[in-house]
Each structure stands twice: as structure tokens, then as C-alpha cells.
């Protein structure tokens, strides 16, 4: 690059060397004392002590040479000048012809460079439009990417995980119906004309600020839902269900209030919440301790064996209770006296006892003559008794749990429930005795 602003690689683009009359070939000398036009002179005239007319050897000279970074220290402004003239030769985005005309430089480097330093460098752009382009960005970022490290799910048209996120559609990072979907429709009829009166203008000027208000609802909408993480719906369950039952009811009640919040804070606060959840209990725990007399843990490890046993034997005395009011019931007798010697055994009741809440259960269901009786076990039909449940059901039932345990390595309650319809409290009957009896495992 010569100082007068010449970036040409071309030797014939220059002027000849006044002293052998070649062509010029980076680098070359400029006398900073001739002139204009300037006196330039090839390296090899320059170390000769060329003088000519005006010009004498000791002058000051200048070495013009274009082996200098201007943009960016690993490239030089030769390499500059021919990145622009490869792109006006081959096209904006042939990277691969330039990097071949280059021969420099990769595809990639150039297409890089190219792009932060041509494209979106904000030196070659007026205030303006920096302003301008500053306000578009803050109004016109609509879109909510799905994380790049997840494998953003693709559900179908109006199914359940679809539902689940809102519409959602992470190809387009965007959403099959916006909030206030028809908000556009009050500007479709509207149209400026130059012999509108003044009230009639100012009424359409109104009508289109309303419009971009309801804009900026949408997109405040869109913020909060990428800003909290809430298109994944089933991560942010399962994250919440890590707390405990009480944490879990605050954190239902905090969900209207973290919009006015951001996502760290409201994640603190929930957080700062579960650590005094759990430093109050174990607090209560230690007080329990102490009102007990006990004053280390070897003391306190032995106190809670005792009121374990405690517990069960004052749920014996309630079994107890309860099986007295079916004393008449030889068949809930007959329960009663199998779990109660289940429990003294020291093993699992097979069969819980039904409670009573101030009315009379329903009496076991009578297998005799039912299809499918004789493929139960005796278990298998105790159960189907109490939970007064037809055999050909259970069957099915069993049939359905087993083999989506086999498919997942294990089962849990929610998703027992949702694969078999039924009133909940027989699934989960159903569920801890195919657990129990070891043909399904726990989640």
C-alpha cells in the first residue's frame, strides 16, 4: 500500500522507477523532499545512491509497502485489497472461488473477516442507522430459539406435547397462533390518504400506536417465556418437583410473580425459600431432641428406632379399630388376621386394609364364574376382590404396566395412571402390588 492511497497489486498500476525505469514491486522508496509528482525509485536504484536533477541521496525517503495490518493484525492491506476485488470478481457468499483467488487464505478465514469487518462492522454505518438499527433490535426480536444443546422436540399438530408448549415450533422459533393473534386485523381496513381531515388522520395515527402497544405485549409475553425457560414444560415440572411438598405450594403461588422479577432472582428467591424449609426442620428436629433430654446423636439415632416402633405399633391398635367395625364381616376379619400376621413376621401387609371415613365399603367382589379366574394366583385374587376389580380387567391392566416397564427399565405412579383410566386409588393399589409382588420395578 503506497501512501497516496494506492492498494493495487498490479505492478502496472504504478508508476516506473525513475531511475532504471522498471516496474515498481513492493517494497519501493519515496523521496519525502521531490514532488508532485513523487519521485519513486526501486530498492535496487535506492541503494545505489540514485540522484536525479532536484533529488539527492540523502534525502528523506519513505518505504512504501503494503505489508502492514489495517483491520486486522493477521491480515496485511495487500491481502485487504484482494479480498475485495476476489468478491467483486467472483460474487458476495463464493467463498471458495475467493479463497482460490486468494490463494491466502481458506474459505472460512475470508468469509469471517469479510463479515466482521465489511458487513457488520459499525464504522462503515452512519449514526443514524446505528440508532435505527439499535431501536429495530429491541422490538423486532421475536423470535424465541430453542437452546442449542437440547434436541428440541418436534410434537405434532394439536397433540399433547404440542399443547403442552404453547404452539411452540422450534424449526421456526415460533409459534403456531401469537398472543393477541388477530391484533393485525384493526390496521387491514386502514389506509393513508392525502385528503384525509386532520381528526381522521390523527384517528388512524391512534389506531396504529394501539397496534404497536399490543406489539409490545406480545413480544413482553415472549421475553418472560424465554427468559424463564418455559417452552420445555416437562423439564421445568420435574425441576420443580424436586422440592418438598411445601416449597412446592410456594412456588405455585411465586409463578404469577415472576414476570416482575427475572429469572435469577425468582430462582434465589425459591431457592433462599427451600433452604429456610429445610434449616427450620432440622431445627425442629434438634428442638424435639432436646425437649426428649437427648444430647448427642448416638442418643438421637436410638430415640428415632423407638418412636419408629412407636408408630407401628400405634398403627396395629388403629388396624385394630378399624377391622372391629366389620367384625361381622368374616371375610374382612379373615384380611385383617393375614396382614396383622404379615406385620408381626416382619413383612409387608400383602393386602391393605380398606379404611372406613363414616360409611360402609362396598363387600369383596365374588369371583365365581368371572372369565379369566383361573389364570389369577391366590394373591392376585384377593386383590381383585378388594378392589372389587373383574379378572379379565386386571389382566389387561397387568398386561399394559409390564410391558411399559420393560420398555422405560421402570414404572412410576403418574405414568400408571395415565396408561390405565380408572378411578385412582385402585391404580395405585394395582400399581403397589404388581411393585410388591415384583413383576414391575419403582421409579
Not at 423407638?306 to 377391622?323: A, G, I, Y
Request: net charge neutral.
Amino acid at each position: 500500500m503506497d501512501r497516496l492511497g494506492s492498494f493495487s497489486n498490479d505492478p502496472f498500476d504504478k508508476p516506473p522507477c525513475r531511475g532504471c525505469s522498471s516496474y515498481l514491486m513492493e517494497p519501493y522508496i519515496k523521496c519525502a523532499e521531490c514532488g508532485p509528482p513523487p519521485f519513486l525509485l526501486c530498492l535496487q536504484c535506492f541503494t545505489r545512491g540514485f540522484e536525479y536533477k532536484k533529488h539527492q541521496s540523502d534525502h528523506t525517503y519513505e518505504i512504501m509497502t503494503s505489508d502492514f495490518p489495517v483491520l486486522d493484525p493477521s491480515w496485511t492491506a495487500q491481502e485487504e485489497m484482494a479480498l475485495l476485488e476476489a468478491v467483486m470478481d467472483c460474487g458476495f457468499g463464493n467463498w471458495q472461488d475467493v479463497a482460490n483467488q486468494m490463494c491466502t487464505k481458506t474459505k472460512e478465514e475470508c468469509e469471517k473477516h469479510y463479515m466482521k469487518h465489511f458487513i457488520n462492522n459499525p464504522l462503515f454505518a452512519s449514526t443514524l442507522l446505528n440508532l435505527k438499527q439499535a431501536e429495530e433490535a429491541k422490538t423486532a426480536d421475536t423470535a424465541i430459539p430453542f437452546q442449542s444443546t437440547d434436541d428440541p422436540p418436534r410434537p405434532a399438530f394439536d397433540s399433547l406435547l404440542s399443547r403442552d408448549m404453547a404452539g411452540y415450533m422450534p424449526a421456526r422459533a415460533d409459534f403456531i397462533e401469537e398472543f393477541d393473534n388477530y391484533a393485525e386485523w384493526d390496521l387491514r381496513d386502514i389506509d393513508f390518504v392525502e385528503d384525509d381531515s386532520d381528526i381522521l388522520h390523527a384517528l388512524k395515527i391512534a389506531v396504529v400506536d394501539i397496534y404497536h402497544s399490543r406489539l409490545k405485549e406480545r413480544q413482553r409475553r415472549k421475553k418472560i417465556i424465554r427468559d424463564h425457560g418455559l417452552i420445555n414444560l416437562k423439564k421445568f415440572q420435574l425441576m420443580e418437583r424436586h422440592y418438598p411438598k411445601e416449597v412446592q405450594d410456594l412456588y405455585e403461588t411465586m409463578r404469577r410473580f415472576a414476570r416482575i422479577v427475572g429469572p435469577v432472582e425468582h430462582d434465589k428467591f425459591i431457592e433462599s425459600y427451600a433452604l429456610e424449609f429445610e434449616l427450620r426442620r432440622e431445627i425442629r428436629r434438634l428442638q424435639e431432641y432436646r425437649t426428649a433430654g437427648i444430647t448427642n446423636f448416638c442418643s438421637a439415632r436410638a430415640y428415632d428406632h423407638l418412636k419408629k416402633t412407636r408408630e407401628e405399633e400405634r398403627l396395629k391398635r388403629t388396624m385394630l379399630s378399624e377391622v372391629l367395625q366389620y367384625i361381622q364381616d368374616s371375610s374382612a376379619c379373615q384380611q385383617w388376621l393375614r396382614r396383622q400376621a404379615d406385620i408381626d413376621s416382619g413383612l409387608c401387609p400383602s393386602i391393605p386394609m380398606a379404611s372406613n371415613s363414616g360409611r360402609r365399603s362396598a363387600p369383596p367382589l365374588n369371583l365365581t364364574g368371572l372369565p379369566g379366574t383361573e389364570k389369577l394366583n391366590e394373591k392376585e385374587k384377593e386383590l381383585c376382590q378388594m378392589v372389587r376389580l373383574v379378572p379379565g380387567a386386571y389382566l389387561e391392566y397387568k398386561s399394559a404396566l409390564v410391558n411399559e416397564c420393560n420398555k422405560q427399565g421402570s414404572l412410576r405412579l403418574a405414568q400408571a395412571r395415565a396408561l390405565i383410566k380408572i378411578d385412582v386409588n385402585k391404580t395405585r393399589k394395582i400399581y403397589d402390588f404388581l411393585i410388591r409382588e415384583g413383576y414391575i420395578t419403582k421409579a
